[in-house]
């Protein structure tokens, strides 16, 4: 009994969608490791390639997702900001918001995997029979 379908996920993995993702994930890892030195400019680059990948997304649940995302990505910080504060900052950021232990990229880094884990649900469910 089989129950992984690997010519299904490669069809997946051929979709405009699919390619889009994964260019914002790669896109991403690159922007962090260029201008890691440089909060506000790799917050900004995060901005407009979130916007690109909203502007060129073709799902209909985009604008949920949007949402979505944003309610993750503001309780992401908003806990680990918490969580950093309360472990005596064991964890800490260069740079962070003055008022949360965070910095203002990060807001943008949940949104991301958000989205990345939507996108590696949406192919194991194409994968898993």
């Known amino acids: 009994m089989n129950c992984l379908d690997f010519s299904k996920l490669i069809e997946f ?7 889009l993702v994964l260019t914002l994930i790669i896109v991403t890892i690159i922007s962090l490791v260029c201008f890691s030195e440089n909060p506000l400019y790799l917050f900004i680059v995060n901005v407009l390639l979130l916007l690109a990948y909203f502007y060129i997304s073709k799902r209909e649940d985009k604008k949920i997702i949007a949402i979505g995302a944003i309610n993750f990505a503001f309780w992401g ?46 192919a194991f469910k194409v994968f898993i029979k």
Do not use: C, H
Request: aromatic share 20%; no cysteine.
């Open 13 to 19: 993995l051929k979709r405009e969608e699919s390619f």
């Open 77 to 122: 910080v908003i806990l680990e900001s918490f969580v950093i504060q309360k472990t005596n900052f064991a964890l800490r950021y260069k740079q962070d918001m003055g008022l949360l232990y965070v910095p203002a990229w990060l807001f943008t880094i949940y949104i991301i995997f958000m989205i990345s884990a939507i996108f590696t649900y949406d």
